[in-house]
């Protein structure tokens, strides 16, 4: 199984350019995570989805947007890149209502914006 | 206050040693602790999972939590080289009935370094 796959792994975008990353599972969970790793910050929560046609804005959802067209897919969008979302993106999923499972997170995506 | 508050470190030990990773937090309604690990340039995986307070063993690795005291804890016993990662903890109050209000709480990270 591949699991959460990320891509791009790397990016860098000039200020006010857009992008999409890109999120996929296999493992048809219906709990769908963005998150973002600054150093030394911990992970914050941007966007989740409880499953298809559902999203939910996290903790720090300012200059991103989100779709869940289908169980599979989680893509994020980032409209008119600051220097402020430099950062590691991390997709998660979860494949359960059980408050004991885990997520199960991609390898990242490390996006600079300069 | 933060709600979680993890020492970032980094904290270098021989190999062999026991480590004490440990987190506080200030919200009494969290009822569900987990340790995730990071290895470097990877995503986080769980680790070890502990429900209110008690102590919980998995191998090498125990999970306290006192809730008591808002203390979680993470050991590692004969600490290997491969456990070199960033240490994440972990906290939410569950999920409400309809499934929608998940919230999981992460501290900043510790970072492990163990040296052969």
């Known amino acids: 199984n591949a699991g959460v796959t990320q891509t791009p792994k790397f990016r860098i975008l000039k200020i006010g350019q857009s992008m999409t990353l890109q999120c996929a599972q296999d493992?048809?969970?219906?709990?769908m995570y963005w998150y973002r790793q600054d150093p030394g910050m911990g992970l914050k929560l941007i966007y989740y989805?409880?499953?298809?046609?559902?999203?939910d804005k996290g903790e720090v959802p300012n200059g991103y947007n989100v779709s869940r067209s289908t169980t599979e897919d989680f893509p994020l969008r980032l409209e008119l890149a600051a220097p402020s979302q430099t950062s590691v993106y991390f997709c998660a999923s979860e494949g359960s209502r059980h408050y004991n499972s885990p997520l199960h997170f991609g390898n990242g995506t490390r996006l600079t914006v300069t | 206050q933060k709600e979680v508050e993890q020492d970032p470190g980094p904290l270098s030990v021989p190999e062999g040693a026991i480590v004490s990773l440990n987190c506080t937090y200030s919200n009494s309604a969290f009822q569900y602790f987990m340790w995730y690990r990071q290895y470097s340039r990877k995503g986080p995986e769980l680790l070890m999972y502990?429900?209110?307070?008690g102590n919980k063993e998995d191998g090498r690795f125990t999970a306290q939590v006192d809730k008591s005291s808002k203390y979680i804890s993470l050991f590692i016993r004969d600490s290997q080289p491969s456990d070199s990662a960033t240490y994440l903890c972990a906290m939410n109050r569950g999920r409400s009935s309809g499934g929608s209000n998940y919230k999981l709480t992460f501290g900043k990270g510790t970072l492990l370094t163990v040296n052969p």
């Open positions: 493992m048809n969970h219906n709990y």
């Open positions: 502990t429900y209110s307070s």
């Open positions: 989805s409880v499953g298809a046609g559902i999203t």
